[in-house]
T-cell receptor, first 113, second 112 residues
Framework: KAGVTQTPRYLIKTRGQQVTLSCSPI?????VSWYQQTPGQGLQFLFE???????NKGNFPGRFSGRQFSNSRSEMNVSTLELGDSALYLC????????????FGPGTRLLVL | SQQGEEDPQALSIQEGENATMNCSYK?????LQWYRQNSGRGLVHLIL???NEREKHSGRLRVTLDTSKKSSSLLITASRAADTASYFC????????????WGAGTKLIIKP
């Protein structure tokens, strides 16, 4: 099976712009979780989706949003970018629940200038 | 919120030695997982241990879980240069809501 794919892999934006990141889970996986990782930090949970429904959201401002499509593909959007949004954004898929073994994509590295 | 805390934050050993890293957590869990991350890439799942298990092996990896102390350890035997990575523990708390709770990781460096 193909692994989790994320696009784009690298992105440079300027403050105030918005960005959309995409994640395609492993075929058959219905849960998609998103994380933000900054240098030297662990993973900060953004949100988890299952069957097009957001089941949980982390402690991030409303500028961070996401959605999941009927084919389980997911997107996350960050509006009004700030310098502090520069990070590695990771997507992970699992079969049903976000607490099961998660399979990660390679991440999208976002740099905000 | 960060439930897991890895210890040490960084570890540097010679190739061939064993590496041990620890994870402590705060609340009762369903399972605990260990992941590896190479140089800013995506994470790779290593092993999952359930709350009713005390020890689990996978190749050169040995994981123990002590629910009374709310702690787990990951032992990598006969380390190799390719084991250089950051290692994260993640817990599935019993009162969780569809998310794993992650620690900040242990950075392991294997010196040739």
């Amino acid at each position: 099976k193909a692994g989790v794919t994320q696009t784009p892999r690298y992105l440079i934006k300027t403050r105030g712009q918005q960005v959309t990141l995409s994640c395609s889970p492993i075929s058959g996986h219905r849960s998609v979780s998103w994380y933000q990782q900054t240098p030297g930090q662990g993973l900060q949970f953004l949100f988890e989706y299952f069957s097009e429904t957001q089941r949980n959201k982390g402690n991030f401002p409303g500028r961070f949003s996401g959605r999941q499509f009927s084919n389980s593909r997911s997107e996350m959007n960050v509006s009004t970018l700030e310098l502090g949004d520069s990070a590695l954004y990771l997507c992970a898929s699992s079969l049903v629940k976000g607490q099961e073994t998660q399979y990660f994509g390679p991440g999208t590295r976002l740099l905000v200038l | 919120s960060q439930q897991g805390e890895e210890d040490p934050q960084a570890l540097s050993i010679q190739e061939g030695e064993n590496a041990t890293m620890n994870c402590s957590y705060k609340t009762s869990i369903n399972n605990l997982q260990w992941y590896r991350q190479n140089s800013g890439r995506g994470l790779v799942h290593l092993i999952l241990i359930r709350s009713n298990e005390r020890e689990k092996h996978s190749g050169r990896l040995r994981v123990t879980l002590d629910t009374s102390k709310k702690s787990s350890s990951l032992l990598i035997t006969a380390s190799r240069a390719a084991d250089t990575a950051s290692y994260f523990c993640a817990t599935d708390p019993m009162d969780s809501n569809y998310q794993l709770i992650w620690g900040a990781g242990t950075k392991l460096i294997i010196k040739p």
